[in-house]
């Protein structure tokens, strides 16, 4: 299997490779040359299989020759242990068809762990069959920053740089990733928004002498082992309500559009999604593109759910090319004029196929706050703040009754205490194992948001490659 540029101008890698890149030289991202399908007995024999080993099923067509199946099951069983529930994902009911995915019984309590837990092993795994070392820098407007940290503490041959937007995550989401005292851990508090800092992590990247002297990686979502790992939980909670032999709808609470995307590629992969919505917060870019045909990009406003206070979705790129037919050129030439003007006009083609494949609805603060509510008295379930946006949406974007409809719940609602109490006065309980780690102290440096500051920061904690033996 190989994968392509949504740009168009880098070189075609093989799975390890772009794995190891995350974003392409060209300011793209990778994407699989084509989809590979799973036959309808494929995916009807995923039910009632462990999640591990329905994830080697699913990723193995992405992988090529990357490795032995034998070492993917085993990297995979591993990745999924530290998982506090049996099921890995398990579905809730809330309603006659109404169902929650939990993906928040991963060691930091949010969707993110599913795929750094998978990425972190392959990385290592690649670095140390080539003898070399990489940089990880990673721009997280909450959760990524604690998986990474979890899933990359004390690798050897890997450091890693998390920015997060100061002041800008819960007390819980700051905590998770700098009470890790590792050596290869750095945390970079920046005086931005998320915006801010995953731009400068681009900037770094497009300057490839820096990329190259310091191998920097990225495991960000446009890293696409990530989206990869996520389209499995499409699967088995697809199977575990009916199919193949039964339409499934899924709304997800999106911000870089990274999770939403797997949904997009299960799809392509053969499993019979009926309806994926597209959640919202007030930062609604997706919702307004949806319903204008405009891409556009607004003021990040913060929010009660702030790992979707995003304003460029960067994955929404992955989705462009495919409905454009795989234009790279067109889409390079839309990222231009979003960089220079702010934004874009969808071509017709683009714009009926994302009409067609999804649908889209945004919550605000007393919406949010509302469905956490409802829930809440129907059902004595709490769910986080993010997960209330999706509720709200797949309420509003219900289609057929008939249909079942899962909204993924992408954090445990104890990660934003806060939130909770404001909505139905109760406080909601961490983890024991989680409360104890979180008192201790924590490391971080606040930086300004200005690449060559950050820049000179990442040259002085990282080992330079041409020292390493070949
Ligand atoms: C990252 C995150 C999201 C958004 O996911 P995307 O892949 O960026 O769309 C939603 N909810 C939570 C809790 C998250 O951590």
Known sequence: MKYV???GTAPRLDFEDAALTGLARDGGLYVPESWPTLSHDQIASFAGKPYAEVAADVIAPFMGHAMPSGDLRE??????????????????????????????????????????????PLMERALTR?????????????????AAVEAFRERARIDLFVLHPEGRTSEVQRKQMTTVDAANVHNIAVRGNFDDAQAIVKALFNDHGFRDRHRLAAVNSINWARIMAQVVYYFTAAVSLGAPYRPVSFTVPT?????????????QMGLPIDRLVIAS???????????????????????????????VSSNFERLLFEMSGRDADLVRTQMDTLQQSGGFTLEPAQYDGLKELFAAARADEDETMNAIRVLYNATGYVADPHTAVGLHAACLCRGDDSVPMITLATAHPAKFPDAIRAAIGVSPELPETLRARLSAPEHYDVLDSDQAQIADYIAARTTDRAGLPA
């Not at 070399?132 to 990524?144: E, L, M, Q, W």
């Not at 911000?255 to 799809?267: M, R």
Request: hydrophobic content about 40%.
């Open 5 to 7: 540029s949504t740009r």
């Open 75 to 120: 990297i995979l069983a591993r990745a999924y242990a530290p998982f506090r529930h049996p099921a890995t994902a398990p579905l809730v009911q809330t309603g006659p068809n109404d169902f929650i995915l939990e993906l928040f019984h991963g060691p930091t309590l949010a969707f993110k762990d599913f795929a750094m837990q998978v990425l972190a």
């Open 130 to 146: 080539r003898g070399d070392r990489a940089a990880i820098i990673a721009a997280t407007s909450g959760d990524t920053g604690g």
């Open 255 to 267: 911000g870089n559009f990274g999770d939403i995307f797997a949904g997009y590629v299960a799809k």
């Open 281 to 311: 917060n007030v930062n609604d870019i997706l919702t307004r593109t949806l319903e204008t045909g405009r891409y556009e990009r607004g003021a990040v406003m913060p929010s009660s759910s702030p790992s979707m206070d995003i304003q």
